[in-house]
């Protein structure tokens, strides 16, 4: 399946500094979405940016598209140890209601 | 309270049983989803449901069952076929859009 691929898999940061995170997938898309998963827990959706869209912003969250390049990226601000977490992109392709996830991004986040 | 709940939060199977996982959702969304998660993976659809008495394979479909008799409920059967079964299962929502999927608390599955 067209999976999306997250970048790096895992990130470790000091509290306070900034994360980014970047996703890229291979097809076109309708929307792309990033979510995050505490251990143990079901994912809970961040934000998503439309096809149509460069930028988004929630928050401490700050999300980009590229759709010539097939990319995204999460930022994250003043990062908090309560960020660390797993996060995932997804994305829709609009032949159905179906997403594909990636394979997720570890965050850990110092006090 | 609007949301999606799974039961149980722990399920243990037996060498050759079958076990089925509940899911269900209040959000009134056409589309419902069973994924499965191994440690440190990403999520593997396994069926999705987009219309009621309708639903579709996912990437690994084998050894598992679905049903979707009403809207709410999407239940899950783990049969003996499947013979990795260990691993966290999630149960989502959404619209038909493909918008922002709502997830449930997962189910734990054990192999005894």
């Known amino acids: 399946s067209q999976q999306g691929e997250e970048d790096p898999q895992a990130l470790s940061i000091q509290e306070g500094e900034n994360a980014t995170m970047n996703c890229s997938y291979k097809t076109s898309i309708n929307n792309l979405q990033w979510y995050r998963q505490n251990s143990g827990r079901g994912l809970v959706h961040l934000i998503l940016?439309?096809?149509?869209?460069r930028e988004k912003h929630s928050g401490r969250l700050r999300v980009t598209l590229d759709t010539s390049k097939k990319s995204s990226s999460l930022l994250i601000t003043a990062s908090r140890a309560a960020d660390t977490a797993s996060y995932f992109c997804?994305?829709?392709?609009?032949?159905?209601?179906?997403?594909?996830f990636g394979k997720g991004i570890t965050l850990s986040v110092r006090p | 309270d609007g949301g999606i709940t799974q039961s149980p939060k722990y399920l243990f199977r037996k060498e050759g049983q079958n076990v089925t996982l509940s899911c269900e959702q209040n959000l009134n969304h056409d589309a419902m989803y069973w994924y499965r998660q191994d440690p440190g993976q990403g999520l593997r659809l396994i069926y999705y449901?987009?219309?009621?008495?309708?639903?579709q394979k996912g990437d690994i479909a084998e050894g598992y069952s679905v049903s979707r008799e009403k809207k709410e409920s999407f239940p899950l059967t783990v049969t003996s076929a499947q013979k990795n079964p260990t691993a966290f299962y999630l149960c989502?929502?959404?619209?038909?859009?493909?918008?922002?999927?709502?997830f449930g608390p997962g189910t734990r599955l054990l192999v005894l």
């Open positions: 989502a929502s959404n619209n038909l859009r493909g918008e922002t999927q709502y």
């Open positions: 449901s987009q219309i009621v008495n309708d639903f």
């Open positions: 940016i439309r096809s149509n869209e």
């Open positions: 997804a994305f829709n392709t609009g032949a159905n209601s179906k997403l594909t």
